[in-house]
């Protein structure tokens, strides 16, 4: 099964979404071929490009979807530093974003890419970030939106900051088979309830993505999963379980201090069977009853 | 230069590749060589090349320059190398804070200013500088190479504003005029305190995402060996095609004049 198509549904039901990576592995590959998909279908698709060029986003993309694409440059100019700014960092808030994705006049609501909210996180607080997001969701001029991050450019609080925003993370992480990568999906649904996917899969040459393989099952509740995570009995050297044979056997043997009946006959009959001792005492034996140690020499 | 170095990177003199980033980093080891190995690479190739000296001084380049082949004074002369002697100037800004005569490319030792623009404006006049010298012909495409960026750090920017910096450097040189960068870092030994550590971890990290080409110098886990000095991994970080990362790790031996590169376990000395 392809992935595009799952890609597809996650795309049209949640408002926003983001691709966490790491240095071992980029998630710009995932994110070319999410905005392929989005193309291909129609989408009118906007990229705030701010660490990669314009020529390398179009680049991959096939004539008709590298037209269709609206960038916004801030990979060349992002602070002004040459004058030739066409989008800045200090753009980056809801009225000026609003107004950019509104210009070009479509019927539809188009999907905004950004590349990459790490970039973005290094020169804003992320409380500013988080709130320029929500607003322009709430506004209604974006259908999805769509961000790469870093994950290990931030610390924990900022990723999860903004990853709460989310209603659908994306984390990957490679895996030693060469091309093959992990991606684990958290969806949130409107009603709260947070599902959990984790995929193997990989990109080809075009941009398509291939699913290998589904680790784990689509609602499998996370406390299932911990629990079984965390089993101690799991690799013991030695056996912990009673076969039917064993547990009989073991019921069998009596324990010591249970008064049991052949007890009980064995102590009112005791006399012949148990053992004495006989005692004659020798010619030389001055067994005196006052002083017994006497032949000790104290 | 290291012609063993060029067929594993799989270039050369007379057919260099255009846009690449590459990032240079060690930890526990030494890994200047191979910041001469690509100014002489550069130099040989014909580029423009723009030298941002900020651990050493010229005379330094230019001595082990010598041993590999390459005049440093010469390519001066003609124009094709712009050397910056940062460690000279920084303490000149220093010393004489104040003075009215100043060049604005290290702003960034000011207390006004937090920001490297001023070094990025000398380093993209500098490169944009293709061909003026008379008679020369034009020299391309621009290379600039950094060594290193930690000084920087240690100079007080912080880790954004260095980004910031290759950033722009990597928009105008890479990208708009196709050119090629290399800079080195320097990264802190794991058990350091952790508020500096911080700074250089966040940029090693920063930069790893910015460049196409990753070579990570390290020295050996078992310490030190007279005949293997250390490891690079070799990490080509381009994803175009779909391809992710390939990863190749080497150990090495610097010699006088050169360096020797084979793979794992497989140094003369071991077999």
């Not at chain 1, 009112?268 to 004659?280: A, E, F, P, W």
Request: include cysteine.
């Amino acid at each position: 099964p392809s992935i595009v198509a799952s890609h597809e549904r996650v795309a049209f039901s949640v408002p926003s979404y983001f691709t966490t990576n790491s240095v071992h592995y980029s998630g710009r590959c995932l994110l070319k071929s999410y905005i392929r998909a989005a193309l291909k279908r129609d989408e009118v698709v906007h990229v705030l490009g701010f660490e990669v060029s314009e020529e390398e986003t179009r680049g991959d993309l096939d004539g008709s979807c590298a037209e269709r694409l609206l960038f916004h440059d801030g990979y060349k100019d992002p602070l002004g530093w040459r004058k030739s700014a066409s989008f800045t960092a200090h753009q980056f808030n809801s009225q000026d974003l609003t107004r950019i994705l509104r210009q070009t006049q479509q019927p539809k609501a188009p999907v905004l890419v950004i590349d990459s909210l790490s970039w973005l996180l290094r020169h804003h607080d992320p409380v500013a970030i988080c709130r320029s997001l929500q607003e322009l969701r709430r506004g209604g001029a974006v259908r999805t939106i769509v961000g790469l991050l870093h994950s290990d450019l931030h610390n924990t609080s900022t990723v999860d900051c903004v990853s709460h925003l989310a209603t659908a993370v994306v984390t990957l992480a490679p895996t030693s088979q060469g091309p093959l990568a992990v991606a684990k999906t958290t969806k949130r649904t409107k009603s709260g309830k947070v599902t959990q996917d984790e995929e193997l899969f990989s990109i080809q040459g075009d941009l398509t993505v291939t699913i290998h393989r589904t680790v784990s099952q689509a609602g499998k509740k996370q406390t299932e999963q911990e629990s079984s995570e965390a089993d101690p009995t799991a690799n013991l050297t030695f056996n912990l379980r009673l076969s039917d044979t064993e547990r009989e056997a073991k019921e069998k043997v009596s324990l010591p201090f249970v008064f049991s009946q052949e007890k009980k006959s064995a102590l009112l009959h005791k006399g012949q069977r148990s053992g004495r001792i006989l005692y004659v005492p020798d010619a030389n034996d001055d067994f005196d009853q006052e002083d017994p140690d006497d032949d000790l020499d104290v | 230069m290291y012609a063993e170095l060029n067929s594993i990177l799989n270039a050369s003199p007379d057919n260099c590749k255009q846009g690449e980033f590459t990032l240079i980093s060690d930890r526990k080891a030494d890994a200047s060589f191979l910041v001469h190995h690509f100014l002489s690479f550069y130099l040989r190739a014909g580029c423009k090349v723009c030298f941002l000296g900020l651990a050493q001084s010229f005379s330094h380049y230019s001595a082990v320059a010598q041993r590999l082949g390459v005049s440093l004074t010469q390519a001066k002369e003609k124009g094709q190398l712009v050397f910056y002697e940062g460690l000279k100037d920084c303490l000149g800004v220093l010393l004489r804070e104040g003075s009215t005569h100043e060049s604005p490319t290290l702003d960034f030792l000011r207390p006004h200013c937090s920001d490297l623009k001023g070094l990025y404006d000398f380093v993209s006049s500098s490169v944009a500088r293709v061909g003026d010298a008379a008679g020369t012909g034009p020299w391309a495409p621009p290379v600039l190479l950094v060594d290193d960026l930690s000084v920087l750090l240690s100079l007080g920017v912080s880790a954004g504003a260095v980004l910031d910096f290759t950033h722009y450097c990597k928009a105008t040189i890479c990208t708009e005029l196709q050119g090629n960068m290399v800079t080195l870092i320097r990264c802190e030994e794991e058990e350091e305190e952790q508020g500096d550590e911080q700074g250089s971890d966040v940029l090693l990290k920063g930069l790893i995402h910015q460049c196409s080409l990753a070579l990570q110098v390290q020295g050996l886990l078992t310490g030190y060996c007279k005949h293997i000095h250390g490891e690079v991994e070799v990490w080509w970080r381009g994803v175009a095609n779909g391809m992710q990362m390939q990863k190749k790790v080497l150990q090495y031996k610097v010699h006088d004049k050169g360096a020797v590169f084979f793979a794992r376990g497989t140094s003369s000395v071991v077999l």
